[in-house]
């Protein structure tokens, strides 16, 4: 008899099998029971009459409570009307465990409680449901960077460098060096990188001490970023459009399952095809307040701004070349114009707004160096960053994805708390 998962029991069918997991619900017809068993894999009925099995099992449904933990025997029969195609015959039964008095019920909740119990909401089906859709997205994000050869190199968390802004560090003790920060990017890690190997990426958690309640931020999240010698921003926005393609093609066709009881409108997501619309910053900026924004020239635009112009496209927008004031130090500036930055965000449709930053990276030594100053950065720390200006400085780009943003927006989701398994926002360091 074998030991199966619940999403293999069709190749076990008219054959006897083990499954072992939790009691997701039960019902009876008094001399019929049916439990509804699942593994993480699956949910799958079990049905077992009074006159077919011994009357020590047959009375074990009563002591059953949901997400008890139990081993069932039984032969899988084939039938239409199941969740899955599939039903147990069930022949045997060992709990393992009763659970008393589990919290999440099958009344509803609110989201704080939910969020409080996250340790156990996650085997709640809309959680189940993302974390697998979140699952995919990463397998197909690591498979396009692999299938475009780019070589992982994976960017340290410990940094003595800022790597984007000193507003939003978190700062930890660092032995007798001083202190160290959280990486909020692995960008200038990469940027070294991809001049020994030409196009590079990072994946890993990202630390942000942003006091913003926003639907969009939390305090760590993962990043995916890559870079790429001698690239443009141009370029740089076609490597991130494929990206984009690419990922949300793998969701669609890997995900419909989840997708479905998500209530995604997948319609959307199949508009999502190359070439993605480019309007400037200074386009942008006419567009909102066309549309009533008090915007002004010059700002950063945060969820407001990104949810209107996110709306007017059935599609991913880029805005690019950003005020050079409202960037980071690294962006190199526009040829012709001192005022802006050769930059981009991608924004995601229907409201969702930013999901990628990139751009073309500053390879000037002297230019570099002062707005190294400008912003007030520790020059020493930079050191090692401004020799890849000294020694076969070359042109070159990269941009970064966060991971749960477009989660959410794939997903479809109002909040970026459900895109992660266990969110740390200002509010939330438990569980
Ligand atoms: O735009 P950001 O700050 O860009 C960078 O960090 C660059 N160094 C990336 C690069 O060029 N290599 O962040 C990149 C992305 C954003 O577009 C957003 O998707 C996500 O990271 N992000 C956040 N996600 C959740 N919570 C937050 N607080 C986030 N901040 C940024
Ligand atoms: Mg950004």
């Not at 802006?340 to 930013?354: I, N, Q, R, S, T």
């Not at 941009?399 to 794939?410: D, K, N, Q």
Request: proline share 5%; net charge negative.
């Amino acid at each position: 008899m074998d030991f199966c998962y619940i999403e293999d029991v069709g190749r076990f069918e008219g054959k006897k099998v083990t499954v072992k997991g939790w009691l997701y619900n039960k019902r009876s017809k008094g001399k019929i029971h049916f439990l509804l068993v699942r593994d993480g894999t699956g949910v799958i009925q079990c049905v077992m009459t009074k006159d077919e099995v011994a009357d020590d099992i047959f009375n074990a449904y009563d002591l059953l409570t949901q997400e008890s933990s139990l081993e069932v025997v039984g032969r899988v029969r084939q039938d239409q009307r199941a969740p899955g195609g599939y039903e147990l015959n069930l022949e045997d039964l060992k709990i393992i465990q009763i659970a008393q008095d589990y919290p999440i019920t099958p009344k509803p909740h609110g989201a704080p409680f939910l969020f409080e119990h996250r340790h156990l909401y996650l085997r709640s089906t809309r959680p189940h449901a993302i974390m697998k859709v979140r699952n995919e997205l990463i397998w197909a994000i690591r498979k396009f960077f692999y299938e475009n050869n780019f070589v992982l190199i994976d960017s340290p968390i410990l940094t003595g460098a800022i790597g984007e802004t000193a507003a939003t560090l978190f700062e930890t003790k660092y032995f007798d060096l001083g202190k160290a920060y959280l990486a909020q990017t692995g960008q200038l890690y990469l940027e070294a990188a991809c001049t020994a190997f030409g196009k590079v990426y990072c994946f890993g958690p990202t630390f942000r001490a942003e006091k913003s309640k926003t639907r969009r931020h939390l305090t760590e999240f993962w990043m995916v970023e890559a870079e790429e010698a001698y690239y443009d921003n141009e370029q740089n926005m076609e490597l991130q459009e494929d990206l984009s393609v690419f990922i949300v093609d793998w969701v669609l066709d890997n995900c419909k399952e989840e997708l479905k009881i998500l209530e995604r409108d997948t319609s959307k997501l199949e508009n999502v095809k190359n070439p993605f619309p480019r309007i400037s910053y200074d386009e942008a900026v006419g567009r909102l307040k066309k549309a009533g924004s008090k915007i002004e020239w010059g700002a950063d635009f945060g969820g407001d701004e990104e949810t209107i112009l996110s709306k007017m496209f059935d599609r991913p927008v880029f805005v690019y070349d950003y005020p050079k004031k409202a960037r980071a130090f690294y962006m190199k500036p526009h040829p012709t114009r001192d005022d802006v930055v050769l930059c981009a965000d991608l924004l995601a449709p229907e409201g969702y707004g930013e999901i990628i930053g990139g751009s073309q990276r500053n390879d000037d030594y002297d230019s570099l160096v002062q707005r190294i100053k400008e912003e007030n950065l520790p020059l020493d720390a930079y050191k090692w960053f401004l020799d890849l200006r000294k020694y076969g400085s070359v042109p070159h780009s990269g941009f970064g994805l966060g991971v749960e943003r477009t989660v959410t927006w794939i997903c479809g989701l109002s909040h970026i708390r459900e895109s992660i398994p266990f969110p740390r926002t200002i509010y939330r360091l438990y569980p």
